[in-house]
């Protein structure tokens, strides 16, 4: 079992930036291990200083279920700390907190339950938001909710590797989190007037916001006081990631059919106004259609044609060793499961898969981005992934990668990323790479497609 001599000099400053501010922002880079630094810190905040009596900590559903818990199994100095995790049906949640635990662990989607349930009775002197950028958004109801309760709140601390994600306006809500304002403003209106200026603008609909010159370094020294950032690369010795773009070259039958529904999707748009929202709908159908199916608009698949299936079954077979795949959309995971069924493939749902994997128990496992995205710890298990279609989110395919590529990898991690030849899928690879991944360069994308049709 590991102690506390094994924590490295990064994680120590980490431990002394929560004990010296009681709102504090660890940007901390994915594998930096930003879960026992803030438990050790929790620890010496309850039982040296006895400062605190009550954490709550916010996470995305499956670290809720998994991450907080094993690293308190796997840490002498923390393993007296007693863990709730609050989670499944109303009546489990409710009898979660009626435990008697340091440490209370509740999934994002239910913060508004918890906070409707308490009222102003909330009984948490300390929130930790692990993913703290999943508040980014100053209008949805877990930010509105937690924003209520947060002055009855001593501490927070706010952890994530990826504070913005779509641009420096993601960082008001997350800040005010942690100062209630005191450093970016108390509004978002305020926020926006003085950092930036409208960008793309339908009367007085603004799409986006352009920072104005020299918004971004005066942002970054504002909130420098109470907010880390510290860089994987800066910090670890992790074996090497090793990206390979694996060509897929459709039939001429297929590519035709491809071109064609390219075109109709495509001119489809000509005559609307390009927003997010149709940009990432083209998108999807674009690479579905790539991947080998496709959706109609009553969501019956329709196959199209098997060439990534072929070359995902070589990779397997070549590896001989664990694969972790990451799909886009069910149809694919249906068509995955069905095609590799000789190596006896499980889709990642629970703890069980995530310990199964992690034992060497498990050929092929199978995971969406968006709920492998964030603090699981898989790299246990394997080194090798397989995107079977890439998103359209430097977030997602980021962290995703450092399930695997993180701290505890013994092995180089080989990324292989199938590439239909002459599809939207190049259009995304180049996205990535550029790290350009964000609405505008969506939309931009779009115009350029219909540009190549009109």
Not at 224 to 248: F, T, W
Not at 291 to 307: F, K, L, T
């Amino acid at each position: 079992m590991l102690n506390e001599t094994n924590l490295h000099n990064y994680q120590l400053r980490g431990i002394d930036h929560i004990l010296n501010n009681p709102g504090a922002g660890l940007f901390l880079d994915m594998g930096l291990g930003k879960t026992i630094t803030t438990l050790t810190a929790i620890d010496r905040l309850m039982y040296d200083s006895f400062e605190i009596e009550k954490v709550l900590v916010i996470a995305p559903k499956r670290v809720a279920e998994d991450t907080w818990m094993n690293e308190v199994d796997q840490w002498e100095h923390v393993k007296h700390l007693k863990l709730s995790l609050v989670l499944g049906s109303a009546k489990q949640r409710k009898e979660a907190l009626i435990r008697k635990a340091d440490i209370y662990v509740i999934n994002r989607e239910n913060v508004a339950w918890l906070i409707s349930l308490y009222g102003s009775a909330f009984p948490f002197d300390m929130v930790v938001v692990d993913e703290l950028s999943s508040f980014k958004n100053h209008a949805s109801q877990r930010f509105k909710a937690l924003r209520m309760v947060r002055p009855k709140v001593k501490r927070v601390v706010g952890l994530t590797g990826t504070p913005s994600p779509n641009g420096l306006i993601d960082l008001w809500s997350q800040l005010y989190l942690l100062d209630m304002g005191e450093r970016l403003g108390r509004t978002i209106g305020n926020f926006r007037n003085r950092y930036f200026r409208p960008g793309r603008s339908n009367g007085y609909v603004v799409y986006e916001y352009k920072a104005n010159t020299g918004s971004e370094q005066e942002i970054y020294d504002k909130i420098s006081d109470i907010c880390i950032s510290m860089k994987a690369e800066d910090y670890l010795e992790l074996p090497d990631k090793i990206v390979r773009d694996i060509p897929v070259h459709l039939s001429a039958e297929a590519q035709q059919k491809y071109n064609e529904f390219e075109k109709e999707q495509v001119l489809q748009l000509q005559d609307s106004e390009i927003t997010a929202v149709n940009a990432a709908a083209l998108t999807n159908k674009l690479l579905q259609y790539a991947s080998g199916a496709i959706y109609d608009s009553d969501r019956n698949v329709h196959h199209v044609h098997d060439e990534k299936l072929d070359i995902l079954e070589e990779i397997i077979e070549a590896a001989n060793s664990p694969v972790l795949i990451f799909y886009s959309f069910k149809h694919e995971l249906n068509r995955i499961m069905k095609r590799l069924k000789a190596y006896k493939p499980r889709k990642l749902e629970t703890s069980q898969d995530i310990e199964d994997w992690n034992a060497g128990k498990i050929e092929v496992l199978l995971a969406h981005p968006a709920s492998a995205g964030h603090g699981l710890n898989l790299q246990r298990g394997g080194n090798n992934i397989v995107w079977f279609s890439t998103p359209w989110s430097l977030e997602l395919y980021l962290q995703a990668n450092a399930r695997l590529h993180r701290q505890g990898q013994t092995k180089p991690v080989m990324i292989f990323r199938l590439v239909a030849h002459h599809t939207h899928d190049q259009r995304v690879i180049k996205a990535i790479e550029s790290k350009n991944t964000g609405q505008e360069a969506l939309m931009e994308a779009t115009k350029a497609l219909i540009s190549k049709y009109v």
